[in-house]
């Protein structure tokens, strides 16, 4: 393989991994705000507050989602580049155009089983500190 074709799916695989690490700090971090969020929930006198952990948990999913389509298009680039032939190589980093749509990458059991969960646990624990 010609050394700019290697150089150019160095880039896309770069591109891809930045992607993954994105997904992984997101979740990361969805998981401490709502964590914090109740904490200060259950410490205040208005427990009222911890019903805004939805928020974040939902912008999060957004936001992972994003970066799941971005990581998506990024490898369907990388198949493209993968089958050109040495003289092709431009070093273009446009992906192709969507071949999923946005709400997929939302629904996807990537985002929708850990973000589902993450949900209903606020959702459970809001009920229970609501009612107690």
Not at 13 to 19: F, K
Not at 48 to 69: E, G, H, K, S
Not at 80 to 91: G, L, N, P, Y
């Given at each position: 393989m010609h050394e700019n074709k290697i150089a150019h799916?160095?880039?896309i695989?770069?591109?891809?991994?930045?992607?993954a690490a994105n997904s992984g700090i997101?979740?990361?971090?969805?998981?401490t705000l709502v964590a914090a969020i109740f904490a200060l929930g259950a410490e205040?006198?208005?427990?009222?507050?911890?019903?805004?952990?939805?928020?974040?948990?939902?912008?999060?999913?957004?936001?992972?989602?994003?970066?799941?389509?971005?990581?998506?298009?990024?490898r369907d680039l990388y198949g493209?580049?993968?089958?050109?032939?040495?003289?092709?190589?431009?070093?273009a980093m446009e992906t192709p155009t969507d071949q999923q749509a946005a709400f997929g990458a939302?629904?996807?059991?990537?985002?929708?089983?850990?973000?589902?969960?993450?949900?209903?646990?606020v959702a459970i624990l809001t009920y229970l500190l609501l009612n107690s």
């Open positions: 799916l160095n880039m695989q770069g591109t891809i991994q930045r992607m997101l979740k990361g971090w969805a998981v205040d006198s208005d427990q009222r507050l911890i019903v805004i952990a939805i928020v974040p948990v939902l912008m999060f999913w957004l936001l992972d989602a994003f970066y799941l389509r971005q990581e998506r298009r990024f493209i580049v993968r089958q050109k032939s040495d003289e092709e190589i431009d070093f939302f629904v996807d059991p990537v985002n929708s089983v850990f973000y589902g969960i993450l949900l209903a646990v």
